[in-house]
């Protein structure tokens, strides 16, 4: 049995250098699972900081770290034209910031638009995501079994390196009762410095029965042999 699924990329990343990026699974998995890889609808005219940041923070005392950070960024390394992809700005057009709590989320509506009526043209079975891209296919999944006769809906979601969100509107939504009842696979790499375990297990925690496996490595989509972790996960799935 093979299923479909739509794969959504990182942020600063596009639909070409996650495909680079996730050869390897593909390759394993290409028995199992035939994905397909689109771009996120915005890109970003500045450089996303990302700094490690304390709950004590406000917002103001971040954009102005930020804004230090970035400064020093284009003085090193010049400013370019666009930064990559996002699937949603946050506080202003053209930025992002992944630290920042109460701020606005904008475009986020277009990009579930934009990925459902992908879904729908192909008949997907589930979504893929690395990163920002699990978490987009996360929200959409709880926003479409929030809905009482969606036009379609994943049957599963395989997440890697999935960060719960900084900010408090897309946080509380994620952790508004009911749980989502999709069948998850939560891959986290041990030494990921980008987003922490725990972060990532705070999103887990969002979906009924989430099923969570370690790889040795980073922030990335796992090189290593781990064909029977996924093929264990496919096996629940109904097509």
Known sequence: MKF????????????????NESSYMKGMLSKI??????????????YPVFCHVTNEKTDEELRRMESMFRENYYKKHGKKETYGRTWYYTDLVGAYSPQMRDVPIIG???SFDFVLDECKRANYDGLVGFSQGSLISTLLTKKLY?????????KFCLLFSCPMPYTHSLKTLLATPP??????LHVLGKNDKL???????MLADCYN????HYHDGGHHVPYSDELETYEKFFANISK
Not at 33 to 46: C, K, R, S
Not at 146 to 154: D, F
Not at 195 to 201: F, G, I, K, Q
Not at 209 to 212: D, G, H, N, Q, S
């Open 4 to 19: 479909k699924a739509l794969f959504l990329h990182g942020l600063t990343q596009d639909s070409k250098i996650i495909a």
């Open 33 to 46: 699972l035939d994905l397909t890889y689109i771009d996120a609808p915005y890109t970003l005219d500045t």
């Open 108 to 110: 986020i509506e277009k």
């Open 146 to 154: 929030n809905e009482s006769n969606p036009e379609w809906k994943p």
């Open 179 to 184: 749980k989502i009842p999709v069948p998850s």
């Open 195 to 201: 987003v922490a375990n725990a972060r990532s297990l």
């Open 209 to 212: 029965e989430p099923m969570v």
